[in-house]
């Protein structure tokens, strides 16, 4: 994909430059480390909008050589085609002889960085280290996290306030982050509920479902019988993450 260097920092400032490891095919390892207990965002999709977000990740490696640099990273393909921007590493947590346990930091930046749209769907997680001499050792892990696009709502009720069995119209618009544009755009066709959540009551419900126009627009109408908050929910695809408008209250009298 022609990616940017990755950055790899461990805490402390020690910069740890991974670039002079050896490519391996995805599953092949040099051998040196074992890397176990991985994981990535706590194994919930990575929702990117249009500016940095920090993803969270954790793994242990076991090794006797002297090393630098661990991490884990996504990929698809080959372990070249990578998923990018930075990492950051903690220090060793010591957990026995030979055994660290890190915390890492993964940033995923559109504003700054080139991303495809086309990044969207499902990446494998690998993890990687270097020893000495330009070796290294690069293991997938057989794991999957999977990138969305991040979506937005808005939403307006009215009229406020509205008497009791009048009609209250509810619009609203569907957005998606476009990684290229680094932009939101509509995001039309989409399938979102409307919420209703009465005054006093601590959760919403579904009222109806609405389909985006082809402009994102959506649109509807209801009857008016109790005070209460109106909002839209989104909820998400394979490319796309979930949303929630912020709610707007509407007065029956």
Same mark, same amino acid.
């Given at each position: ?89 903690? #220090? ?155 709610? #707007? ?5």
């Amino acid at each position: 994909m022609g990616r940017k260097v990755w950055r790899a920092v461990v805490a402390g400032g020690a910069a740890a430059v991974v670039t002079g490891v050896a490519a391996v095919p995805a599953g092949a390892a040099e051998g040196g480390a074992s890397f176990t207990r991985v994981q990535v965002n706590g194994g919930k999709p990575i929702v990117i909008g249009v500016s940095e977000v920090a993803v969270p990740a954790s793994f242990r490696m076991t090794t006797t050589r002297t090393w630098k640099g661990p991490m884990v990273f996504l990929y698809r393909g080959s372990t070249d085609d990578r998923l990018w921007h930075a990492i950051e590493t903690s #220090d060793c947590n010591e957990a026995g002889p030979g055994v660290c346990d890190f915390d890492e930091k993964m940033y995923f930046d559109p504003s700054e960085w080139d991303m495809r749209n086309s990044d969207a769907g499902a990446w494998k997680v690998a993890a990687e280290v270097s020893f000495g001499g330009g070796r290294g050792d690069t293991d997938a892990k057989g794991l999957t996290a999977h990138v969305k696009r991040a979506s937005r709502l808005r939403v307006n009720a009215a009229p406020e306030p509205v008497a009791t069995g009048g009609t209250i119209t509810v619009t609203g618009k569907v957005t998606r982050a476009n990684w290229e544009t680094k932009k939101y755009a509509s995001y039309g066709g989409r399938l979102v509920s409307l919420q209703f959540k009465p005054s006093g009551a601590t959760s919403y419900t579904t009222v109806k479902k609405v389909r985006a126009n082809g402009s994102g627009g959506l649109r509807t109408t209801v009857k008016a019988s109790r005070t209460g908050a109106w909002r839209w929910v989104y909820y998400g695809n394979s490319t796309t993450g979930p949303s929630t408008s912020a709610a #707007d209250n509407v007065v029956v009298r």
